[in-house]
């Protein structure tokens, strides 16, 4: 089996995680490095081994004609340089979320490659945790029943400040949105399997709060099956210990995630106590990410459909952008009128 040869672009917090999954990966082989800054390049060069390393993704494309593949692991700023880049060479592409800090500078990103059939694939790996795939069979077995509401709350004090996170979220416009948020909307609708139809939502930023835009989101989200998803998310908890819980209420029960890598439960309506769902051992970004890797070799070498499209995405994206709209005019938003 020949690995399929791939340049890594963006070095930091995720480019670190995408490294090591990249190097233990039987199907994948590092080609080059491509950062701008050279301790980011030192680091992972240290820890993973050393590659040919350029300062941009162009320029590590353009030296290394036998790549196969880019994973692009900067900041969602600017990107349609690399894209193109990667494009004029046919080159599938694995895209950090958020793909862009725009729905309709993401919608011409997904263009440029959708104009000539290349891959691009974004890394929304939380789909592929198995406490995700299990709620998913939860509902499709119809254990507790058709599922018709949801409360989704996630409750962190993240210090933009730690030396191992990044830091363009700290001045960033609506960081919690675009960051964090994303995840969880795009898991509202994978799991669910429903698109989003109408949100209210109000962002707002704690007194305390450490980053220069709104670190709290608050959203009730309708879908056109008939959820109905209450959410509540922080950067800027009061309190530093992380809460999570995403339950939803069935027809008969509820299922109840507490974790945000794990921790399932579900219970009928009259149980008093919760039943735990056994879950396999799992390594935090590092599980999760091979599975959402294994997906996109699938489709780059074996002609897999492509899951986590970028087209896909722009939903996901429009859910975003319509909470940061419904905040700022104090209104309802229809996701649609997003989307262009
Ligand atoms: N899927 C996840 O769970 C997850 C987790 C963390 C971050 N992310 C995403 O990963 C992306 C990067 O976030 P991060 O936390 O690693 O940020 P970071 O700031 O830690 O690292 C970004 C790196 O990209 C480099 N860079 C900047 N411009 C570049 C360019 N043009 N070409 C190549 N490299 C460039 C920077 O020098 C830096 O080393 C973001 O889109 C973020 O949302 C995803």
Not at 188 to 216: F, G, I, K
Not at 233 to 249: C, K, L, M
Request: with cysteine; aromatic share 8%; glycine share 6%.
């Amino acid at each position: 089996m020949t690995a399929l040869r791939v340049v890594l672009a963006g070095l930091g917090v995720r480019g670190k995680h995408w490294a090591d999954v990249l190097t233990r990966s039987p199907r994948c082989e590092i080609v080059a490095y491509a950062d701008p800054n050279p301790s980011a390049v030192k680091r992972i060069a240290g820890l993973f081994g050393e590659r040919p390393a350029f300062a941009s993704a162009e320029e590590a494309l353009a030296a290394t004609p036998d790549a196969q593949a880019l994973v692009l692991a900067n900041p969602p700023i600017g990107r349609e340089s690399q894209i193109r880049a990667a494009v004029e060479r046919g080159i599938p592409m694995l895209i950090e979320k958020p793909l862009a800090l725009s729905v309709a500078e993401a919608a011409q990103l997904v263009k440029i490659a959708e104009n000539v059939g290349v891959p691009l694939m974004v890394g929304l790996n939380f789909r592929y945790l198995t406490v995700t795939q299990e709620t998913m069979d939860l509902l499709a077995s119809d254990a507790v029943g058709k599922p018709e509401f949801a409360r989704f709350t996630y409750e962190r004090y993240r210090d933009g400040n730690r030396p191992d996170l990044n830091k363009y979220p700290l001045t960033m416009d609506q960081p919690m949105l675009w960051e964090q948020s994303i995840h969880h909307f795009d898991l509202m609708r994978y799991v669910y399997q429903q698109e989003p139809v109408l949100v209210q939502a109000q962002t707002w930023n704690p007194s305390w709060s450490m980053y220069e835009s709104d670190a709290n989101v608050a959203a009730l989200f309708t879908f056109d099956g008939g959820m109905i998803v209450n959410y509540q998310g922080t950067w800027q908890s009061g309190w530093a210990e992380p809460r999570f819980e995403w339950r939803t209420d069935c027809s008969n029960g509820i299922i109840s995630q507490r974790d945000q890598f794990g921790e399932l439960h579900y219970a009928h309506r009259n149980e008093s106590t919760l039943t735990r769902v056994d879950l396999p051992p799992h390594e935090t970004w590092v599980t999760e990410t091979q599975a959402l890797l294994e997906a996109f070799v699938d489709t780059v070498i074996d002609g897999a459909p492509l899951q986590c499209s970028g087209r896909d995405h722009l939903m996901s994206l429009a859910m975003v952008e319509a909470c940061a709209l419904s905040s700022r005019e104090s209104r309802a938003v229809t996701i649609n009128s997003l989307l262009g």
